[in-house]
């Protein structure tokens, strides 16, 4: 594969701490850490240094972007869920003592933000009303569709799915295995989920057929579609395994790939643009590139460091990626020339 390197700039930190997680609310993006502490970066002005928030006492186990402008969700291992405002301000919405707030969502749309602990994921409205949604096991994972209108669940034998407006019981997707890191394709019309096995699982939702995505090394840590949802991009393996979703769906057809840094070196982390058909590709010995499904021409980013890429965010207009790795070492590309 023919690998260029990327035009452009890009500001680097060290922060010494497990990057977590990255997202991006508006101008706003943001990176927690192993720390618990949450930075903010300006991606209009990416040389100025971040603004720190000492959100957890313990890590920050997840970070989303919150229905407020430039606002971000977080939870941690204090058994505390907060809202990060862009201003740096941090405000408890829930906590429980004992308890890991492990997974965070909202819906700018619909007005909710939804958070788990243990077995139970909570809806939590803007008038400050709590739902609380009890699964047989505990949730491996949150995500809501496009429209706002249902919520995903993922947990051990299926996927519950919640309406958002209705208090009617859930539907559930039943598959033997653990399901993490459910995923909404566009149209709503698949739902992906991560296996703690190294393989991907899905629904198509129109008839229920079911889609087994197997074959990798690896476990599959992260998964993301393409800007037009033709391919879903995902890690477990030492390229970028894109499988086609025109169409019919992945069943009966080989996935594409793309992006190989090394033999052995496994992707680790995977974010696709925005605007543009291509995806980020973070690997386990630090390095990242950019690449489309499918082809042989990857752009590099950032060279090996010999710390795994954790995380990945694009900015809304797809020009500027935030970086984390484990070692807390912080990258901001801004591909504006």
Known sequence: MAHQKAQGRLVSWDFGDFAVAAAQNGRLMAMAFGDGSIRLFDSETPDA?????????????????????????????????????????????????????EHVTAHDGAGVRVFSVGKVATILNKKGEMRELTHASTVGGLAINLKGKRLAVSHYNGVSLWWLASAAAA????????????LWSADGDYLITAMQ???????????????????????????????RGHHLATTGSDSVICWPFSGSGPMGKAPVEFGTVGEGIFVSYVAANPKLDIVAAGYEDGSVLVGQPGSANTIGIIDASGSPISCMAWNPDGDRLLIGNEAGAVHFADFRG
Request: hydrophobic share 40%; glycine share 14%.
């Open 197 to 227: 096995e190294s393989a991907l699982h899905g629904w198509r939702l129109s008839d229920g057929e079911h889609m087994r995505m197997t074959g990798y090394p690896s476990k599959v840590r992260n998964i993301a579609f393409t800007r």
């Open 49 to 101: 240094a971040p603004t720190v928030v000492s959100a957890h006492k313990g890590a920050c186990l997840a970070l989303a972007a919150d229905i407020e402008k430039g606002g971000f969700l977080s939870g941690g291992d204090d058994g505390k869920f907060l809202k990060i405002a862009a201003v740096g301000t941090v405000e408890t919405l829930w906590e429980g003592k004992g308890k890991w707030v």
């Open 171 to 182: 539907s559930v997707l039943e598959w033997r295995g653990s399901h993490l890191q459910p």
